[in-house]
């Protein structure tokens, strides 16, 4: 967005990629530039007025009392062209404007959150509103983003970063059909605002005025509520407000009753940073000196959140007493992830008759064994489609076991990481012992069980040894983060 003044203090010219707004006293008018783009044509003057009148209609759901109507240019009586007339708001009260300048804007941010949740909730639904959530159809909708991008990739935007950038979206989208599937059933897709931005959010006594929705292509508006107010969230962060961005998230879920899953939201953020990418780079084609430098800015976001956005499938093995339960737990909590124990699910599926038995045997034979990790796997395979990262802590002490979890992530299209616990075995013995007199726990292990253990563990090259003695819990757990990435 670019912007110029004229004699009038009060007025201004602002220029964005595809319009031209003219301030002017208590009036803002609007007026479509007659350019051509893969997502939208405006060289006919029929076009440009339906897209006013369109302009209009939408954005009356979230600011009735800005959207004037839509006037004719003219010049001697004869119509040039067709403008959207608006309501002026003060441009102290922009959310943009109170996020640069540093002010608070928690309780503005929450009234946003709330008028949004009270949008989505009697937005508009239908079979074809859903479908655009699909994967294949977000799949699509990215595929034209990186074919309008790609002429920008080079003497702009950083190969090497659109390249995985593109590697991470295709990952992500294989192994998330499941949620998105849940998402579409459970009401979750809708006709929303499709471009929500901080410049065009004004914060008033009355209530926040959302304003500019998209309205040259439907499509475009259709996708789940994740996506739409994450678009606000990526905007905060990229006016350098993280924080905000986090607590907007936390108020509308809260406030809709709905929860996101932690890579969804990064997917999401990833995926409005790189529509923008687009829109940067038109920008600054049309000689807008910053514009390309926000491009690459946003191209860096949008690989960042994918990153972070992978979903994670970790084993945490080794002999009792190792201390994987204890990391285990850590990581769960660290990274707020999913944690699935063998031990517990033996204790579900098969309950305890008696003394223990030797190794091998009873609830532990191989048949039983079996099928307790045939159950933690079956509940992984659920949450990673889902998009919900899982530890699953077991001894894995057969390479057959390791094998069918490194399927399981190949399937689901998750990053595997295999952290192998060791400690000293007198150490191990006195953690053993002490676990036993307490009876809290749900292993059964004893010293005898694990030297049983420690002879039948089949060799396990592909984990990563974290050692979990001679340093506090804190500690190993840190190394253990280091080493996820």
Known sequence: MTSATTGDPGARVVETHISTLLFVGDRVFKVRKPVQFPFVDFRRADARRADCQREVELNRRLAPDVYLGVADLTLNG??????????????????????????????????????????????????????????????AGWKSNFAENAPFVGPVLDPAVDTEVLALVDRWLAGRAPLLRERAASGRICDGHGDLLAEDIFCLDDGPRILDCVEFDDHLRFGDVCADVCFLAMDL??????????????????????????????????????VRVKVACLRGEQGQESAFREARQLHELALRHLREGRVRLVLVGGLPGSGKTTLARGIGAARDWKILRSDEVRAELIPREGPRRGYGEGRYAAEATGAVYAEMLRRARVFLGSGESVVLDASWVSQAQRAQAVALAEHTSSDLTQLQCQTDPAEATARIVNRMSRGLDESEATPEVRAEMRRAMDPWPASVLVATCGAPPEATLARALTALG
């Open 78 to 139: 004869e119509s040039l062209d067709s403008m959207v007339v608006m309501r002026r708001l003060p441009e102290e009260r922009r959310l943009a404007t109170l996020v640069r300048t540093g002010a608070d804007t928690r309780s503005a941010l929450h009234e946003v959150a709330r008028t949004l949740a009270e949008f989505h909730r009697t937005a508009r639904r239908s079979p074809d509103i859903s479908a655009a959530a699909s994967a294949e159809a977000i799949r």
């Open 237 to 274: 962060e990229r006016l350098g407000d993280p924080a905000a961005a986090v607590r907007f998230l936390e108020d509308y879920q809260s406030l809709a009753g709905d929860r996101f899953p932690v890579t969804l939201v990064h997917f999401s953020v990833a995926e409005r940073a790189y």
